[in-house]
């Protein structure tokens, strides 16, 4: 095996801090854009919380009225007494929430897509320029598939990283720290009940995150095979017919196309596994909350 292919099949580690740094190299001119997409997650996060306890306040004040310790709302006092005004302006209330949600999630989506996007093309300039200044020798030794993919498809995936992952990462974070301390507002006992089922969450995140990572790493180099071995042979087509290899070429593209797929198959089988698995916590959590929620209302406690 070519040296080339043993680096690309080195599986590194899972976090590399000296190569994070020269990634964020590239976005540190657009960190303004970065704080700003970071600001607008956090207050999404807010409207997204907002949403549920406006319906509490909505069934504690006007269809169930109740005079429990912690059923009285903060905005309750501005609230106008008659039910029919008061939802309405609770729905009203709801309504702005979902418009400055939208307008604070299409600012946080846009700002990162567009330092995603402006980030790549530095990377990809730099790239290009780096091969330039390089040997003769160099080439003679990797094959053009190899570089087209460096530049193409892994540059890609960097974005993908940048401008969706890191965008889903700041916004859930926001959400989930936010419900957090909500649920512990409100009620700590079945708060904790709630957070029962995060260490199973934990370790089936930690098992997912091993098969995929491998998984997707067999695909690269899958994918940088089939490019090399579609430059060697569509630009020597003349060749493989005049020698009568078509079948002999054929049967190493279907070998390497296999791998691919089988590569995909396992990632495809990870994820089927692993969104049920959570749905199941996340299920048994609702059901553990019904449980002893329901238990403590039989019981006036």
């Known amino acids: 095996m070519s040296s080339a292919q043993q680096e690309e099949e080195v599986l590194g580690k899972a976090y590399d801090g000296r190569l994070m740094g020269r990634l964020l190299a590239y976005v540190r ?17 807010v409207t997204q919380v907002v949403g549920p306890y406006l319906n509490k306040v ?7 009225p109740t005079h429990a310790p912690g059923s009285h709302s903060l905005i309750g006092n501005y609230l106008p007494a008659d039910p029919w005004r008061g939802i309405a302006s609770v729905a009203l209330l709801y309504i702005t929430m979902l418009v400055i949600g939208f307008a604070l999630d299409f600012l946080q989506t ?4 567009w330092v995603g996007q402006h980030s790549m093309y530095d990377l990809r300039r730099d790239l290009f320029h780096h091969l330039q200044r390089l040997q003769i020798s160099f080439f003679d030794r990797n094959p053009v598939g190899r570089m087209v993919t460096r530049v193409t498809n892994d540059v890609e995936m960097i974005n993908d990283m940048i401008s969706s992952a890191l965008v889903a990462f700041f916004d ?12 512990f507002r409100f009620n700590w006992k079945l708060s904790l009940i709630t957070l029962a089922v995060l260490p199973f969450m934990i370790l089936a995140t930690r098992a997912f995150r091993r098969a995929v990572r491998d ?47 089988r ?11 692993y969104y ?11 059901a553990l909350i019904l449980w002893f929620g329901g238990l403590r209302v039989l019981n006036h406690t």
Do not use: K
């Open 172 to 183: 859930d974070s926001f959400v989930l720290l936010l419900i957090i301390v909500v649920m």
């Open 215 to 261: 998984s997707y790493r067999r695909i690269r180099v899958a994918v940088a095979r089939i490019n090399v071995f579609l430059q060697e042979h569509v630009t020597g087509m003349s060749v493989v017919q005049a020698f009568n290899r078509e079948q002999r070429a054929y049967d190493e593209f279907d070998q390497i196309n296999r791998v691919h797929l």
């Open 110 to 113: 846009w700002s990162m897509q």
């Open 276 to 286: 049920p698995a959570i749905e199941f916590l996340s299920t048994l959590a609702i």
């Open 263 to 273: 590569a995909w198959t396992d990632a495809v089988f990870a994820y089927a596994l």
């Open 29 to 45: 001119p657009y960190r303004w854009q970065v704080v700003v997409a970071t600001l607008a997650a956090g207050l999404h996060s």
């Open 58 to 64: 909505i069934i504690d004040r006007y269809l169930f």
